[in-house]
């Protein structure tokens, strides 16, 4: 996981505790696809897996798609000084699994032919941004969906000190870039896979001038309203983390968990990152661009091996923007996801027909839930595939 673990060293010499009064109505919600989690039959194992990794976090919501059927269930607390537990139907940030849509809105303008993924990058941003940006004169929008620009990481150490020393701290995609305007780009493009966030605010720009509407509208009108997915949304500049969204939560050298949604939005509600979702919707699928341009996704790829996996898995790799993992059940494709202490997963077996969907709110110290979450996602496909 693309994680910066400096965000919660910052935090926690900032972030308060107060809280303030949320009324339970804001957290209303219903599942809105079939689930048969109570009859599934492996139910029990299910939840005996997801309430052991909920002592190491505020609270875990899961859900397992396989030929059985669906199981979705959770644990712990979407709010705690307002006492509403976590429940299967409410949303998470789901982090840098954002970059899926992103990459599939550019898929779609692809396979439209309204911009080929050969086509510059200057061919869609303003020139005044292209001058300020080192490699952005010469990339092509496909090195910029696999991580082979070389374009500047935007998500620094100044930019986590403005986050926290600025509550509700919000920045445009034009904003965030001019973290590295001027900058030196870490090696031409197409030499190195280097994973930066930074590609997919410029791919989110992209998705806007070809629209002609934001990217939150563009989320909207072409991923979640085709799929019926009522409980998935992207946060705007106005408003990060959407009404209803389980709270985050910060834990360190062992205190109690203090509430930092007001530290929590910067890099929201742009290409790299912002869609809130349960994790129902993330199993659901996903049939929005054709075989061609879904072949083209996972088939051009890079080497991803600093990706975050289970260590005893074979490897990682990168496509047009989607991650590929080498598993010993088979090829999946996903992304991992994390911003503030929200924490996502997500893997999808195409030929078994099984996906896996997991995400937290809530991060502490002295937990490893990263490596812990890898444990538990292994151990949840040992359960399906047994």
Request: with cysteine.
């Amino acid at each position: 996981m693309k994680r910066l673990l400096i965000i919660t060293l910052i935090i926690s010499m900032f972030a308060c505790g107060d809280s303030e009064i949320v009324s339970p109505e804001a957290y209303s919600c219903t599942l809105t696809f079939a689930d048969n989690s109570n009859s599934h039959p492996d139910s029990d194992l299910f939840l005996e897996a997801i309430d052991e990794m909920a002592k190491m976090t505020t609270g875990i919501q899961i859900a397992v798609t396989a030929p059985e059927g669906t199981w979705t269930g959770s644990s712990g607390m979407a709010d705690i000084p307002n006492s509403i537990p976590l429940q299967s139907c409410h949303k998470l940030m789901i982090g840098s699994i954002s970059k899926i849509y992103t990459g599939v809105l550019i898929m779609q303008l692809h396979e439209e032919g309204v911009l080929s993924v050969d086509d510059q990058l200057s061919d869609w941003i303003d020139a005044s941004i292209v001058e300020r940006i080192d490699n952005a004169d010469e990339v092509t929008i496909r090195q910029l969906l696999f991580h082979m620009s070389g374009i500047r990481e935007y998500l620094d150490v100044e930019h986590h000190v403005n986050a926290v020393n600025t509550p509700n701290f919000k920045k445009t995609q034009l904003e965030k870039l001019k973290y590295i305007y001027d900058l030196e780009a870490y090696e031409k493009p197409g030499e190195v896979y280097n994973y930066s966030n930074t590609n997919y605010v410029l791919l989110g720009l992209i998705v806007e001038e070809a629209r002609n509407m934001a990217l939150w509208d563009a989320v909207d009108l072409y991923i979640t309203h085709p799929l019926g997915l009522q409980n998935s949304l992207m946060g705007t500049h106005e408003d990060p983390i959407p009404t209803g969204t389980a709270r985050p939560y910060l834990a360190m050298r062992g205190e109690k968990y203090m509430d930092i949604i007001h530290y929590a939005v910067a890099d929201a509600a742009t290409g790299d990152g912002g869609i809130a979702s349960n994790m129902q919707d993330l199993n659901a699928n996903h049939n929005l661009i054709n075989e061609t341009t879904l072949e083209l996704m996972i088939s051009d790829t890079a080497d991803g091996s600093d990706a975050a996996s289970y260590p005893e898995w074979s490897g990682e790799e990168y496509g047009l923007g989607i991650e590929i993992y080498h598993t010993p059940y088979g090829t999946a494709y996903g992304h991992t996801g994390s911003t503030s202490s929200y924490s996502s997963y997500l893997l999808h077996f195409p030929d078994q027909n099984v996906t896996i969907s997991i995400a937290y709110n809530g991060y502490s110290e002295t937990n490893d839930l990263e490596g812990e979450n890898w444990i538990l996602i292994n151990d949840l496909l040992n359960i399906v595939f047994d």
